[in-house]
């Protein structure tokens, strides 16, 4: 069973920039396909960003193009969103997902019926 937590949410200025990260316990981090996904309030869940198993590739979503970077740090099992130039309509709460299967391959997952482990979430707010 894997465990996820997030943390690193809060309130923030547009245009500021806050960085979640996401804790796994439960089993090793390499070889497994994570995102970040986020739910507004009256909204459907949206994917946010994605990376593969073998690291190498990534997703975002157009809203979050050029602004969001996520990344992995397998040695400690952390994975990361950076939140660059913040805007109103990202707030949201911000989910972690990890799939259930290892696999070394650049596939990224977009569609949250594909993961298996969710984190509880963490709430970022951005002021205007």
């Known amino acids: 069973q894997v465990q996820l937590v997030e943390s690193g949410g809060g309130l923030v200025q547009a245009g500021g920039s806050l960085r979640l990260s996401c804790a796994a316990s439960?089993?090793?981090?390499?070889?497994?396909?994570m995102g970040w996904f986020r739910q507004a309030p009256g909204k459907d869940r949206e994917i946010v960003a994605s990376?593969?198993?073998?690291?190498?590739?990534?997703y975002y979503a157009d809203s979050v193009k050029g602004r969001f970077t996520i990344s992995k740090d397998n040695a400690k099992n952390m994975m990361y969103l950076q939140m660059d130039d913040l805007k109103p309509e990202d707030t949201a709460v911000y989910y972690c997902?990890?799939?259930?299967?290892?696999?070394?391959?650049?596939?990224?997952?977009?569609?949250?019926?594909?993961?298996?482990?969710w984190g509880q979430g963490t709430q970022v707010t951005v002021s205007s």
């Open positions: 997902a990890a799939v259930r299967y290892y696999a070394y391959t650049g596939d990224v997952f977009i569609k949250g019926e594909e993961y298996a482990y």
């Open positions: 439960g089993r090793p981090f390499g070889g497994q396909a």
């Open positions: 990376i593969s198993g073998n690291d190498f590739s990534t």
